[in-house]
């Protein structure tokens, strides 16, 4: 079973910074690609960034690039999301997803039940 645990979000200021951590169990990152997505209230669920498990190349969303890093730890199964220069339009739950990561493609299409709960990041002005 996909279990995803996320951690580290909270309330930062205009250009501060944040790292999210998601903790992974029930499958390894050469099974499953790994990123993250966000949603903000009454807007759609997007893809923020994603690492693909054939190749590890990596999707970034136009409006987080230069600014977010994503990293994986394989021993720990935990994969990051270091937020840096943060914006008010960065506000929104960010979860976790375990799936298929094609960055050509610029998507990732995940399962359902292959989320985590989703942790709260609200920058303010």
């Known amino acids: 079973e996909v279990q995803l645990a996320e951690s580290g979000g909270g309330l930062v200021q205009a250009g501060g910074s944040l790292r999210l951590s998601c903790a992974a169990s029930g499958f390894t990152f050469d099974d499953y690609g790994i990123g993250w997505f966000r949603q903000a209230p009454g807007m759609a669920r997007e893809a923020v960034s994603c690492v693909s498990s054939s190749d590890g190349t990596i999707y970034y969303h136009d409006a987080v690039k230069g600014r977010f890093v994503i990293s994986s730890d394989k021993a720990k199964n935990t994969v990051y999301l270091q937020m840096n220069n943060l914006k008010p339009e960065d506000t929104a739950v960010y979860l976790c997803?375990?799936?298929?990561?094609?960055?050509?493609?610029?998507?990732?299409?995940?399962?359902?039940?292959?989320w985590g709960q989703g942790t709260q990041v609200t920058v303010s002005s």
């Open positions: 997803a375990a799936g298929l990561c094609v960055p050509s493609q610029r998507a990732m299409a995940v399962r359902e039940g292959n």
